[in-house]
């Protein structure tokens, strides 16, 4: 299927003389998958605030890219990244947040640092799974300290 232009852009897709293979996706599947992603996020944080996180910011974005949730908790800045799936088909939705995934957060976590001016302060770095089932509420997995920055934040 090919997509005009104007719908490959509303879309967030690759358009143009990109060399990129673009997955083709119907609208209503998309906007199926945002939402998906936004009800997540809303139990995800709702989650962390009944768990003691103090939410400084949602969907904080700069040119490299997205943090989901930046917070306190226990004396440290939590950079959080939730993910959501609809059941395990294509794994669990903490596994998304692979090697790759991590070495963007932590520059994305030092890009905040910078850009708020924040220093001295204890950084970790958590992960918030939300799974939805067929039947009855969504499972919600809370990793803190998921994966450690190393030297890498100053």
């Given at each position: 299927?090919?997509?005009?232009?104007?719908?490959?852009?509303?879309?967030?897709?690759c358009?143009?003389?990109?060399?990129?293979?673009?997955?083709?996706?119907?609208?209503?599947?998309?906007?199926?998958?945002?939402?998906?992603?936004?009800?997540?996020?809303?139990?995800?944080?709702?989650?962390?605030?009944r768990?003691?996180?103090?939410?400084e910011?949602?969907?904080?974005?700069?040119r490299?890219?997205?943090?989901?949730?930046?917070a306190?908790?226990?004396?440290?800045?939590?950079?959080?990244?939730i993910?959501?799936?609809?059941g395990?088909?294509?794994?669990?939705?903490?596994?998304?947040?692979?090697?790759?995934?991590?070495?963007?957060?932590?520059?994305?976590?030092?890009?905040?640092?910078?850009a708020?001016?924040?220093?001295?302060?204890?950084?970790?770095?958590?992960?918030?799974?939300?799974?939805?089932?067929?039947?009855?509420?969504?499972?919600?997995?809370l990793?803190?300290?998921?994966?450690?920055?190393g030297?890498?934040?100053?």
């Amino acid at each position: 299927m090919v997509l005009h232009r104007c719908t490959a852009k509303l879309l967030g897709l690759c358009a143009g003389f990109c060399r990129k293979r673009i997955m083709t996706v119907s609208v209503s599947e998309k906007e199926t998958h945002l939402s998906l992603g936004r009800r997540g996020e809303e139990i995800a944080c709702a989650f962390l605030t009944r768990n003691g996180y103090s939410i400084e910011a949602r969907n904080y974005r700069c040119r490299m890219g997205e943090i989901d949730v930046v917070a306190t908790r226990r004396g440290f800045l939590a950079f959080v990244e939730i993910k959501t799936r609809r059941g395990d088909r294509f794994g669990r939705p903490e596994e998304a947040v692979h090697r790759l995934k991590q070495r963007k957060l932590i520059q994305l976590a030092q890009w905040y640092l910078k850009a708020t001016k924040t220093t001295d302060c204890s950084v970790a770095f958590d992960v918030v799974a939300v799974s939805f089932r067929e039947e009855g509420e969504p499972e919600i997995r809370l990793i803190q300290d998921a994966f450690d920055a190393g030297a890498g934040i100053r």
